[in-house]
Nanobody, 126 residues
Framework: RVQAVESGGGLVQAGGSLRLSCTAS????????WGWFRQAPGKERAGVSC????????VYVDSVRGRFTISRDNTKNTMYLQMNSLAPEDTAIYYC???????????????????WGQGTQVTVSS
């Protein structure tokens, strides 16, 4: 079955940390960039971070830069998002998706991504 599955979400207090995972199966993981997106209630899905196919180039949106770290392990077909210093405004459903190319773009435009996971809920209490 072709799928990407997110895990690691949960409820955490402000200032806490979570690590999200995205594991792909049945599709080419290694040759593509992958990204994390999030969607808060009443808002559109927005890009959070992207990592290129080798893992040596990353993109972050301004609101998470310095707090979140994206990484990948191509031997495990898995991408990660380490989230530190979480704030209530980080509350959202977090999704992973595969970019159609091997490199990231600064725009993180959702139509450029495919094979979306089902999402994992992250809730940060104040």
């Amino acid at each position: 079955r072709v799928q990407a599955v997110e895990s690691g979400g949960g409820l955490v207090q402000a200032g806490g940390s979570l690590r999200l995972s995205c594991t792909a199966s049945g599709l080419n993981f290694n040759d593509h960039a992958w990204g994390w997106f999030r969607q808060a209630p009443g808002k559109e899905r927005a890009g959070v971070s992207c990592i290129n196919w080798t893992g040596d180039a990353t993109v972050y949106v301004d609101s998470v830069r310095g707090r979140f770290t994206i990484s990948r392990d191509n031997t495990k077909n898995t991408m990660y998002l380490q989230m530190n210093s979480l704030a209530p405004e980080d509350t959202a459903i977090y999704y992973c998706a595969r970019r159609q190319g091997s490199a990231c773009s600064g725009s993180m435009w959702p139509p450029e991504y495919e094979y979306w996971g089902q999402g994992t809920q992250v809730t940060v209490s104040s």
